[in-house]
């Protein structure tokens, strides 16, 4: 009995350690702290804008998904650029002077970056969604031109 109890712990212990991570953001903050934690603003950094579903729905509301997801398969399409032409966490195509990113505010509706770019830094809202006690980005607010739902949705 306690070979078979002890293959079974094994079983179920390899079978967690592939399990998908913890996606449920308890504040908004961590949220965003993450998000650019994973997905870095320096030129060989991988883009979150490009990756798939599975990935997106862990930081974006289902709205943001579906979008982010239409506007990748315009560009596969067309094999350029759709509706994003830019990183989304950056508001821009170049690299930061100081790649290091400030949260200036964070409440449970809306999280303010600042991103050091000469000669002026960017500020972007991180509007969020909260779902079952779990933080999600429901839009992102860009102070020089339309929040990222908006320019998504362009036809």
Request: proline share 4%; aromatic share 8%.
């Amino acid at each position: 009995m306690k070979k078979i109890f002890l293959g079974f712990a094994v079983v179920i212990s390899s079978l967690s350690s592939h399990a998908a991570p913890n996606t449920c953001f308890k504040s908004s903050q961590d949220l965003v702290k993450t998000l650019y934690k994973n997905y870095p603003l320096n030129i060989d950094a991988k883009d979150i804008s490009s990756q798939k579903p599975a990935i997106l729905t862990q930081y974006f509301s289902k709205k943001l998904v579906d979008l982010l997801i239409k506007d990748q398969k315009c560009a596969a399409k067309i094999q350029g650029e759709c509706n994003l032409g830019f990183n989304i966490l950056s508001n821009a195509q170049d690299e930061p002077e100081d790649s290091q990113i400030k949260i200036l505010q964070a409440s449970p509706k809306v999280v303010t970056v600042k991103i050091n770019f000469q000669p002026s830094a960017q500020f972007i809202d991180f509007v969020m969604q909260q779902q079952q006690e779990c933080y999600l980005i429901d839009d992102i607010k860009y102070d020089d031109h339309d929040s990222l739902r908006k320019i998504l949705s362009q036809k």
